[in-house]
């Protein structure tokens, strides 16, 4: 079994100051992660994964994220915020299972000029 | 362009009618998936597909159908038997790797269905 929980359902940062959206998982097996992007009322956009390379993950629009394994964390982080990052960020875990992927509740992320 | 194509963007219906959604990928991939957003909640699975003319059911099947004829196309029936279809649907396929390995998946960009 497997699960992901967002730890904030919303985070508010100002323009220009970092950005940082928990996410803890729980699996059975060596899990892949990944993080989505959707704003509204369109499609969700791979940000970035981790699938048991390197623990930092670097992915698109300057997000990145580490892979803890002692922690079960997959915390995504961007240094400065740009208005254009507000969107919902959904943190996803992948077992290898035929169902392929479980989805967090997803958090909101507000840009504060 | 390779990607993922569904339509129509918005579907208005009445309650009481079948109503079938378009999912078409061109990117090759084997598997195909159908989700369920509804406002502040997450994705939740309906059906999903491995390959063609074989699909299973995932955590919300009741009230839906699909086929998988073909490998760039995975259609969903929202029946009349669905208690609350109006919702945001996605589309989605990935690489069928087979296990332990999890492929990212691709979205399309959404069909809402407004039934009233």
């Known amino acids: 079994a497997q699960s992901v929980t967002q730890l904030d359902s919303h985070v508010s940062v100002s323009e220009g100051t970092p950005v940082l959206l928990r996410c803890n998982y729980s699996?059975?097996?060596?899990?892949?992660l990944f993080w989505y992007v959707q704003h509204p009322n369109k499609g969700l956009q791979l940000l970035l994964k981790y699938t048991s390379a390197a623990t930092l993950v670097k992915g698109i629009n300057g997000f990145e994220a580490e892979f803890k394994k002692s922690e079960t964390s997959f915390h995504l982080t961007k240094p400065s915020a740009h208005m254009s990052d507000a969107a919902e960020y959904f943190c996803?875990?992948?077992?290898?299972?035929?169902?392929?992927?479980?989805f967090g509740s997803g958090t909101q992320l507000t840009v504060l000029p | 362009d390779g990607g993922i194509t569904q339509s129509p963007k918005y579907l208005f219906r009445k309650e009481g009618q079948n109503v079938t959604l378009s999912c078409e990928q061109n990117l090759n991939h084997d598997a195909m998936y159908w989700y369920r957003q509804d406002p502040g909640q997450g994705l939740r699975l309906i059906y999903y597909s491995q390959i063609v003319n074989d699909f299973q059911k995932g955590d919300i099947a009741e009230g839906y159908s699909v086929s998988r004829e073909k490998k760039e196309s995975f259609p969903l029936t929202v029946t009349s038997a669905q208690k609350n279809p109006t919702a945001f649907y996605l589309c989605a396929s990935s690489i069928n790797g087979g296990q332990p390995r999890s492929y990212e998946q691709y979205f399309g960009p959404g069909t809402r269905l407004t039934v009233t």
């Open positions: 699996s059975s097996y060596s899990p892949s």
């Open positions: 996803v875990v992948g077992s290898g299972s035929a169902r392929q992927l479980t």
